[in-house]
Each structure stands twice: as structure tokens, then as C-alpha cells.
């Protein structure tokens, strides 16, 4: 009889132990992260999620009395994963929205999958400019390369640089930056002449030496993150950094993630960018400060931002439709703005793509350690890409 | 004079490249071991430099012998344990097996130092370059070539006019009969498989500067390791010598003439030669 009664008790409890775990799992809001987690973009992953994962903690994990619950998945950077983790996601898991996509052509092989299971896709790195247009169900926050590099050519032109020298690895980004900075250089009455480099370059000797004869007033870089610092190292062995070659490029070059590593090398190089972590405002020295906190000591940088940022945007969202997803989200996402780490930001509701400001800085030794200092802004810059 | 310094930077890539593939060129041409995880042995001599400056403090020019002593000590040792049972084996056992190692190393180096691209900073005398003559020279350039000068006379003359190098090339001839005589195979392919080992350990450190450093890098680099063994042939150390210098002349002065294809001159010039010499610029005739 007493076992019978234990027996009986445990069941119970038992049961009412499913049905609070099934009742919590019906009603979290689930989301899909995926982001390259391993391989050699995983510092990107690590970035992004750190960042997702402080928006939470800091403000709150619960949407109209549901829990949100975030599952990441780990691409590593192939478009096929990518594919193949979205579908389950969608299908298996029926989460609300996706995000992540650390690369181009991640987010392109989702984005039809995103228009068929009509969820909300937020973009939270890739930069090719076409990428909102592949399906209407993407939202983006963080950059396009047109929107660096449009104002950036315009600044330069009308901060006395007249021929620029653009120096740009040879894949899809490269080849944008060279396109929308030359015609916006030439626009504003500048010339550019161009040089694609290989994208598996070991040795940059001869392009720099190329450089050194065409002595142009400024050299733009584009190369993938990583060989950025040796490129810097060899324009400085060869002396150009001495020979009156003012070395600019959008902030890919000097990521605050791998700044503080180059050395000396980095010091002077001016850029343009939508984030550093050296940004003037409360918002971000709370953010740098938390994340930091949180990531023993890594610093954040511009993957990180847009990470909390897509964050932001995809709660604010689920507020306002409490809770549903759907095409319902993505017009709640249209139009929100608010204040970033980054600065003002809002999501165009006709593109939904970021609109910020873009800064123009220069790398400095601050306390010890080597920055992006802000020292000019252009501000809310749409995609200038669009509508040509 | 700039064409003078298009050509110490091309032979100062060509030597790195050398040194990166002696150590293969050893085990391959001399003891007919197909070993592709070679560049991961490489790729630990980086690591080892880059984690004894930054943790340890050591100097640069220290992490040189350290790197090539501690690639060499996990040479033999890997050669002991898992290289020696598949020196009978079949060249595409070889392959599938190394290939393996290279893939196991790349995953774990990313597992324990991150996939980002690693830095060393150069002792200050090392910096920047000086002119001879009007030519300017990078000062790293310059001791890069002095070193893997010296390294590969080193090694030519150890090969041909030491009792150790005439005992080794008697071992691979015939390993059989050179037992017989008393010489001491096993402890002849450890010495010299630690020795490829180490070789491509150094050349991982002088490769920092010039080539990076990062998880893929064995992978990267087994294409121009391959090249240049395939093109200087594998039974002398004057071929690779000869045909890295070459390559790397000929990819810097590609890339600056003719910009557009330069990364393709490398293997246009591969074809080529292959053509026109199949065995490689210096084989020995076939018999």
C-alpha cells in the first residue's frame, strides 16, 4: 500500500513535471542563431553569439510572459550547412526567426528557404549589398560595403586627396569596395586607378612595389581579415609608410578584435566604419564594458554590435506583435530605431536594410592598448546601392 | 635598381619557400615516404615560435633553433609511432594517411590557439631596409636569404660528402644489403625524418612574416611545396633549391609586370617545365 502510494506520487509529479516542460517549450519564442562556430571564420561566431547572448542577460529574456530561447547552430562557414541547419530549424524546430549568416553566401542559400517557411531572417554580418532583396523576410543590422565606401570616397575627395590607389583581394567584397569607391571618387571629381590582388596571396611584395612606383596620395585596402596585419607589416618594411602614401580602408583592416595584436604597424591607418569600440557615448562604454565582463576581457567589434543589435531589433519586434512571427515581424522590424553601442540606427522600412552613421577614424594608442579613434561622422547613411 | 630589389624580394620567397620544402623533398626523394601532413610539421614550428615569444618571452632569433628542435623532436617521435609502420606500405595508403594527420592538426590547432592569423614582432635591427648601392633591401629579406643560403649549402654537402649522407643514400638504394653491412637503417630514416621535421618547423618561423600564420596553413601551402619538389625533382637538394628560386622569382616578377594573372604564373611555369622535363629539372636519368 505505502509502495503503491509512492509509486502513485512519483507519477504525478512526474507528469506534472511534462506538462510544466511541455507547457514552457509550446510557449518559448524559439529562435534560430547560425553562425560559424569552428573554421576559420569562427571568430565571427564567437563575436555574434557572445553578443546575443549578453542582450538576454541585460535586458530580459521574456516576451510577452514567454521565454525566448535561442538555439545555436554552428555552419562553419559552408553555404550547404548553412542550408541544410535553417531547414531543420524551421521544419523541426519551428522557431520564429533565423539569424546569424556570417558570409555572403550563407545568407544566400538561406534566403529562399526564409520566403518558402515565410520566417523573419536577420541578418547579422554578410555585407553584399543585394542580400534584403533575395527575400522579403530579411532584415539586416549590420553593414553594406556601398555604405562604407560611397561616403568614404566622398570624404576623401574633399579632404585634398585627389588619386587613390585601390589595392583589393580578388572575390565578391573586394571587388565591391573597388567598384563603389572608384565611380564615388570619380563622381567627386577624384581618380583611382585599381589592382585586384589573389585571394590565397602569400607575399605582397610586388604589388607593393607597384605602389612605390605609382606613388598615388592614398592606397585603399580591402583584404580579408587576418592578412590585413601582414599587408600593413610589408607596407611598412618597404618604407611607404614614410614615403608620403597615406594607407585608408574601411574598418575590416583594423577589426577591434585583432587591433591590439598588429603592433605599432597598425598606428596612423585611417578608416571608415559603422562601429569601433572606442565609440564616444554611454550606450557603448556600458556595452564594451559588459561584454567584456562577460567574454573574459575580449573586446567587441563590429560583429558583436551587430549581433546585439539584430537582437534588439527581433525582440522590439516580438513586443510589438507580441509574440507572433511570421510577415507580422518583419513589418514590426520595419522602421524601429533606436540608440546602438554604435551610435543612432534605424532599419529602413522600404529596404529593411541598417541606416547609421558611418565614421571615419584613425588608429591611436589609447591607455596602452591601439584603438579606432572616431574623429569625423557622416551621419544616417542609407544603402547608396540601391536604385541604380 | 628596382628590378634588383623585385629580385631579392623574389629570392628571399623562393629560400622560405626552399627551406618549407627540403624537409620533403628528404623524405620524399630520399626515403620514398609520401608525406603530405608535411606542412603541418611547419605550421608547429610557427605556433611553437609564436607561443615561446608571447608566453615565454623568448627573442626571436632564439625561437629559430627552439622551433627546430622541438618539430624535429615530434618528428622522430611521430615517426616512431606512426610513420614507420607505413614506410612498407602503398603510396596511396601513404597519401590517405598523412592527409589524415593534416586535417587532425588543422583541427586541433584551431581547438587550441583559435582560427585567427597569428603575430611575431621582429627584433628592431630586423625592421624596415637599407640601401646597397641604391637598392633597397628589406633587412628580414636579407637574413632570410644569408640563413637559407647557408642552409641549403649545409645540407647539399652534408648529403654528398659525409659518411652519414653516403650511409643514408646506401640505406635507400637498398635497404636490405645496407643492413647487411652493418648500417643502422631504422635509426638512419628516424635521424632523417626528424631532420625534414625540424627543417619544415624553421621554415614555418621565417614563413610568419612573409607567408602568415594561421589553422589552414598546411593546407594553404601543400600546393607550392608540392611544386616545387615536383619541379626540382626529389634525388638532390640542388634541384628544389634551384626550382624554388625559380617559382619565387618568377611569382614576384609576375605579379608585378602583369598583375591581372599574376597568381597563375606560378602554375603556368609548373606545366611548362613538367612538359618539358617530366622527372623534374634535375632528375637523375632513369634506368
Known sequence: MKKRTFLGLGGAALAAMLAIGGAQAQDAIKIGLILPMTGPFASTGKQISAAVNLYLQEKGATVAGRKIEVILKDDTGVADVTKRLAQELIVNDKVTAIAGFGLTPLALATAPLATQGKTPMVVMSAATGIIPDTSPYIVRTSQ????????????????????????????????????????????AGGKAENMRVPLQNPDFSPFLQRVADAKPEALLVF???????????????????KSGIRLIATGDLTDDDILNGMGDVALGVVTAHHYSAAHDSPENKAFVAAFRKANNGLRPNFMAVSGYDGMHALVEGLKKTNGQGGEALVNAMKGLSWTSPRGPISIDPETRDIVQNVYIRKVERVGGELYNVEFATIPNVKNPARGK | MKLLTLLVDGIAYGMVLFVLASGLSVTLGLMNVINLAHGAFAMAGGYAAVVLMQKAGLPFIWTLPAAFVLTALAGAVLERLLYRPIY????????MFSIGLVFMAVAGIDYLMGSTQQFIQLPGWLQGRFDIAGVAVGRYRLFVIVLCGLLAFGLQWGFTRTRFGSRLRAAVDDARVARGLGIPVHALFAFTF?????????????????????PSFPLKFMIYFLVVVTVGGTSTITGPFLAAMLLGIADVAGKYFIPQVGAFIIYALMVVLLLLRPDGLFARQRT
Do not use: C
Open chain 1, 144 to 187: 553594406v560595403v556601398a555604405q562604407i565606401v560611397v561616403p568614404f570616397a566622398e570624404w576623401a575627395a574633399k579632404n585634398n586627396i585627389k588619386n587613390v590607389m585601390t589595392l583589393v583581394s580578388n572575390y565578391g567584397p573586394g571587388i565591391d569596395v573597388e567598384k563603389f569607391f572608384s565611380e564615388a571618387f570619380f563622381a
Open chain 1, 223 to 241: 583584404v580579408p581579415s587576418g592578412v590585413g596585419a601582414q599587408f600593413m607589416k610589408q607596407f611598412v618594411e618597404r618604407g611607404l609608410d
Open chain 2, 88 to 95: 612498407a606500405k602503398s603510396h596511396l595508403d601513404q597519401v
Open chain 2, 194 to 214: 626528424a631532420l625534414g621535421s625540424g627543417l619544415a618547423g624553421l621554415g614555418g618561423v621565417l614563413g610568419v612574416e612573409l607567408l602568415g600564420l594561421d
